[in-house]
Nanobody, 116 residues
């Protein structure tokens, strides 16, 4: 079975930083492009960052470009999302999954709340 276990979320003030981690099991990570998604209350889930198989390419949504950094460690089956200069509109549940939606089930996600 494929499992994604996200962690690292929490409550942070605007302008603060968080580092999210995603532990992946049940698949060979190096064979999958990976991505981070988020879902805010009342909104659809959106992809905010994706990273290629070996990490040589990354792409970001306009809303997070320049503030978030996605990374991966295939040997440890981990995917990371470094989030800087957080804004209240970044408040959401964050998920990791394959870059192509629909291949694998979703994990529980990790809640990120940006508030003063």
């Amino acid at each position: 079975q494929v499992h994604f276990v996200e962690s690292g979320g929490g409550l942070v003030q605007p302008g603060g930083s968080l580092m999210l981690s995603c532990a992946v099991s049940g698949i060979t990570l190096r064979f999958n492009s990976m991505a981070w998604y988020r879902q805010a209350p009342g909104k659809e889930r959106e992809q905010v960052a994706n990273i290629s198989l070996r990490g040589e390419e990354a792409h970001y949504s306009d809303s997070v470009k320049g503030r978030f950094i996605i990374a991966r460690d295939n040997a440890k089956s981990l995917v990371y999302l470094e989030m800087n200069n957080l804004k209240p509109e970044d408040t959401a549940v964050y998920f990791c999954n394959a870059g192509s939606v629909g291949l694998y089930p979703w994990g529980q996600g990790t809640q990120v709340t940006v508030s003063s």
